[in-house]
């Protein structure tokens, strides 16, 4: 089965059905919850890469500040993602010829790796090496920015 | 002239006209909105879970606040200048939204609940701001902010729900 396929099928099921039937609010729902949840991934983002940075926070550790938002980041993505499935299901065949949606998906990947393995190794260091913490800090907020931007221009095109 | 005159004057100039109709300019504006968005309120939502003593308890009100505040004030300008565009292009449908009113009078709450807040607390923040459990109006007003500006932005995602039918 392709992809094109699969996307198909999903659009054509009785789940996608179901909430296509739904009162057009209930994507303005969908659509805050999704904010919420990026309100959440960007702005724990934002808060420790402030102190990476040197530009704000600085005189919190970074395993503090680590450790007071690494919950809301996981807790922003799942918001993301369960409220992201319930927008993609019920049109998921008009996202396939989507430039940005295929562009969203690849930084999310790249966002994630950065953040499981650079991000994680800085945020774990007692004293991070101060060149690493900066590059970290510009490379994790670029690329979850790129998401919020990618995501943001899915809907005009 | 009328409010619903001005608007339809700001929706039919260059500006307007050519927001609307560009391809990449008004996303990537709507993008800046968001990103404003996450400075200003995402930052701001930090300081009021501290001052409700949830986030960095062990930390004094104006060591979370103080490096903030230039950021969450970035923010805001950045939402605000974005947002004067945004509406602009859209002026004409979105002057007429009862919609559009609750979300500016969410704004001018959220900043009176602040104004008070500084004037009130903020000048003397050192004085009682390290204790983990805060003055009950504190936290009343880190309360206050988090409604409020959950409501602007439930306000904001509907108006195009409600504008473009």
């Given amino acids: 089965m392709s992809i094109l396929e699969l996307f198909n099928s999903i659009q054509t099921s009785a789940l996608a059905r179901f909430i296509g039937s739904l009162n057009h609010l209930y994507c303005a729902f969908m659509e805050l919850v999704h904010i919420t949840g990026m309100l959440m991934l960007l702005s724990s983002l934002l808060l420790t890469s402030l102190n990476l940075l040197g530009l704000g926070l600085s005189n919190v550790p970074i395993q503090v500040l680590k450790q007071s938002t690494f919950r809301l980041f996981w807790w922003g993505l799942g918001l993301l993602i369960l409220s992201g499935l319930f927008i993609f299901i019920p049109a998921a065949s008009s996202y396939y010829p989507n430039d ?39 490379l994790v907020l670029s690329l979850w920015l790129g998401v919020a931007f990618a995501g943001r221009f899915i809907g005009f095109f | 002239m009328s409010l619903i005159e001005i608007s339809q004057v700001l929706n039919d100039s260059e500006l307007g006209t050519g927001l609307r109709e560009s391809v990449y300019m008004f996303p990537f504006i709507e993008g800046l909105h968001l990103i404003g968005l996450t400075l200003s309120v995402g930052l701001l939502f930090f300081v009021d879970l501290r001052l409700l003593g949830i986030f960095l308890p062990q930390l004094p009100v104006a060591q979370v606040l103080r490096p903030l505040r230039p950021w969450l004030l970035s923010g805001f300008a950045l939402t605000f200048v974005t947002g004067i565009l945004l509406f602009i292009a859209g002026a004409a ?33 050192d004085s009682w701001g390290a204790a983990p459990v805060l003055p009950v109006t504190v936290r009343l007003a880190g309360v206050t902010s988090l409604t409020l500006w959950s409501l602007v932005i439930i306000a904001g995602r509907l108006i195009p729900y409600l504008g473009y039918q």
């Fill in chain 2, 93 to 125: 449908k979105i002057i007429v939204l009862p919609i559009f009113f609750f979300k500016l009078g969410f704004i001018a709450l959220a900043g009176l609940n602040a104004l008070w807040f500084e004037l009130k607390w903020g000048r003397k923040i």
């Fill in chain 1, 100 to 138: 940005f949606f295929w562009a969203k998906f690849i930084l999310i990947g790249l966002g994630l790796l950065t953040y499981l393995t650079l991000y994680r190794t800085v945020t774990n260091a007692v004293k991070p090496d101060k060149w690493l913490a900066n590059i970290t800090g510009v």
